[in-house]
């Protein structure tokens, strides 16, 4: 079946250090999205990103949908960055949505 | 303007005995879709509703079930719990929840703990 993958599954990271998530589908999707899930659960938009790149801040996005691939910049890491992203995006076949398994980071002080 | 609430936020109830939570989704938002958190299985999609009917479904035992009403909001039941049934649920709305414009607002979950 259709795969998300992401990588890396765990990173640790000083803070002021700068990172890149990615996330790779086995298959076309739609509607890219990066998530990042708050210690209480819920999780919070990053970026709406079915193709090309965006920047929010010290965070920025960009999607390959071609290549089926996506990035997750974030730069001068905060601890309240720490936390577990996520990407998902919705199946062409079925308009299913599927989600990755999500990378934890861990920022220290 | 008010985000997607989600009701009740922690409940606990035995093996057997069924539930029901809630989700009130963004005003103007007519896509309310269903996920299911645990540690062993991450995030899976359970049930998509749209306008009243359901639009799309994972793969999960009949067991889990959902409906909308006519203001959109969203209840999903789940009868005869199962100690796997434990986990936190989420639910998100959308504008459409189509394959090409569905961006996704989460809730706060419902964490359900099954004894």
């Known amino acids: 079946g259709i795969q998300v993958e992401q990588s890396p599954p765990d990173l640790i990271l000083q803070e002021g250090a700068n990172s890149t998530l990615r996330c790779n589908f086995s298959?076309?999707?739609?509607?890219l999205q990066w998530f990042h899930q708050n210690p209480w659960g819920q999780l919070i938009n990053l970026f709406y990103?079915?193709?090309g790149t965006k920047q929010n801040g010290r965070l920025s996005a960009t999607t390959v949908a071609t290549e089926r691939y996506s990035l997750l910049y974030i730069s001068s890491s905060q601890t309240t960055d720490s936390g577990v992203y996520f990407c998902?995006?919705?199946?062409?076949?079925?308009?299913?949505?599927?989600f990755g398994k999500g990378t934890r980071l861990h920022i220290l002080p | 303007k008010a985000g997607v609430t989600q009701t009740p936020r922690y409940l606990i109830k035995t093996r057997g005995q069924q539930v029901t939570l809630s989700c009130s989704p963004i005003?103007?938002?007519?896509?309310v879709s269903w996920y299911q958190q645990t540690p062993g299985q991450g995030l899976q999609f359970l049930f998509e509703?749209?306008?009243?009917?359901?639009?799309n479904k994972g793969n999960f035992p009949g067991r889990f079930s959902g409906r909308q009403f006519s203001n959109s909001r969203s209840e999903m039941n789940v009868s005869t719990l199962e100690l796997g049934d434990s986990a936190l649920y989420l639910c998100?709305?959308?504008?459409?929840?189509?394959?090409?414009?569905?961006?996704?607002?989460f809730g706060e979950g419902s964490r359900l703990t099954v004894l």
């Open positions: 998100a709305s959308s504008w459409t929840g189509t394959a090409d414009t569905g961006e996704l607002f």
């Open positions: 298959d076309s999707v739609n509607n």
């Open positions: 990103i079915p193709s």
């Open positions: 998902a995006g919705h199946l062409n076949r079925d308009d299913k949505i599927i």
């Open positions: 005003s103007g938002h007519r896509s």
């Open positions: 509703y749209f306008s009243e009917t359901q639009r």
